[in-house]
């Protein structure tokens, strides 16, 4: 859940306005009051019907515009009103508009009425998108500190053609609100290279059979979702995951420890933050089969052979401008032996994470940690969401 807070969403002219629905619906049930605008074009789209009746208030139009309902000016009350606008889908059209600071509808109006953060999310064929002058226009644009951009993706279009232009997914942008309601739009990592581990790695025992445990990989997601949007270029060093890779981040995509451990290192040197949330294994089989064993061929007992300490290693590794933060799943007493690990592998912070507590821990969409570093700082993370988590880690890191 978010603290109410206002975000305007304003909607422009293209297929992928029906994607919208459900990020007004989603902010909605989080507790965020939402107000919506239509260009002209995006009623051609999707209805005012259906996007008051998701925001729970009435759409806003250019109609709304040029009527004098108000006691004061809409684009003004809407500007002041929000602590963020998104633009979804963001035409070729109206990023001219916003790049050359012109004001002829409603939209267009309320961005340079207001001071707060605007999120962008573009979408149009892959021929438009590839201009030179809107590639000048969206680069123009970014260069405002206000305006933060998300990338498209690559796939088939609804004009049939493939390529770049489609509109990045809803639970993308939603996550991106989510971050920018926290943070204010503040990008304290711009600059930054953030490498992340995620996910439980597999030792396996033949093509079929592997060690493991139950990480999804959800807490380095949400690691790697809340750097991105903090300005951080982001490598997410991952096993196999249920969950898509956000647009704008560098995926290496593992199965075991030992390929985890390798990739980390070769991407090292690279990295101002290193954050360790895979749950790697501490033992693999000794032996491994190509084929598939029968049932009857399977050891009674299972040599087993210790698997590469990363955390250790990479902390061998960093220089004195690297920060190393590793993470310790526990049940009972976290707070113990994730000390004597922050200690023992000479780590920067260590996040501390129950995983016998309810909503919390593998699998779950939320999480609750204590935060302890080598200054002596101990400061308890209360249950949220992992991204809200991930918000507070890198905000503790900023200290």
Request: aromatic residues 4%; charged residues 20%; proline residues 6%.
């Amino acid at each position: 859940m978010l603290p109410s807070r206002r975000v305007l969403i304003a909607v422009g002219g293209g297929i992928a306005a029906y994607k919208i629905c459900e990020v007004v619906s989603t902010l909605f049930k989080m507790g965020v009051e939402v107000r919506v605008v239509l260009t002209r074009s995006a009623q051609e789209f999707i209805t005012l019907l259906t996007l008051a009746t998701l925001s729970r208030h009435p759409a806003y139009t250019d109609e709304n515009f040029w009527q004098p309902t108000h006691s004061r000016p809409l684009h003004i009350d809407l500007g002041e009103w929000a602590d963020l606008i998104v633009i979804a889908p963001l035409t070729a059209n109206t990023l001219a508009k916003l790049a050359y600071g012109m004001a002829d509808n409603l939209l267009t109006n309320t961005v340079l009425a207001s001071t707060c953060p605007v999120l962008l999310a573009p979408a149009m064929n892959t021929d438009m998108w590839e201009q030179q002058a809107v590639q000048r226009n969206w680069q123009q644009l970014l260069t405002d500190k206000r305006f933060h951009g998300m990338n498209t993706a690559s796939g088939l279009l609804a004009c049939d053609r493939v390529g770049a232009g489609r509109m990045a997914e809803p639970l993308e942008i939603i996550a991106y609100v989510q971050s920018l309601l926290h943070t204010a739009g503040k990008r304290d990592l711009l600059g930054k290279r953030v490498l992340i581990s995620a996910g439980g790695t597999r030792e396996h025992l033949d093509p079929v059979r592997f060690i493991g445990n139950p990480s999804t990989g959800k807490m380095g997601l949400a690691l790697a979702q809340a750097a991105l949007h903090r300005g951080a270029s982001v490598t997410l060093v991952h096993t196999p995951a249920s969950w898509d890779v956000p647009l704008g981040v560098q995926a290496i995509p593992v199965v075991s420890a030992e390929e985890m451990r390798t990739s980390m290192v070769q991407n090292l040197a690279s990295a101002d933050v290193i954050v360790m949330s895979a749950a790697v294994a501490d033992v693999k089989p000794r032996e491994y089969s190509n084929e598939k064993l029968a049932k009857k061929s399977l050891p009674q007992a299972l040599p087993l052979e210790p698997v590469p300490d990363i955390v250790a290693e990479l902390a061998q590794l960093k220089q004195p401008h690297q920060r190393l933060i590793g993470f310790a799943a526990q049940t009972g007493d976290i707070v113990t032996p994730a000390l004597e690990k922050l200690q023992r592998k000479n780590l920067d912070a260590i996040v501390a994470n129950p995983i016998d507590e309810p909503n919390s821990g593998f699998g779950s969409d939320n999480n609750q940690a204590i935060f302890l570093d080598k200054q002596g700082q101990k400061i308890e993370i209360p249950p949220c969401s992992k991204l809200q988590m991930a918000h507070h880690i890198f905000d503790l890191l900023g200290k």
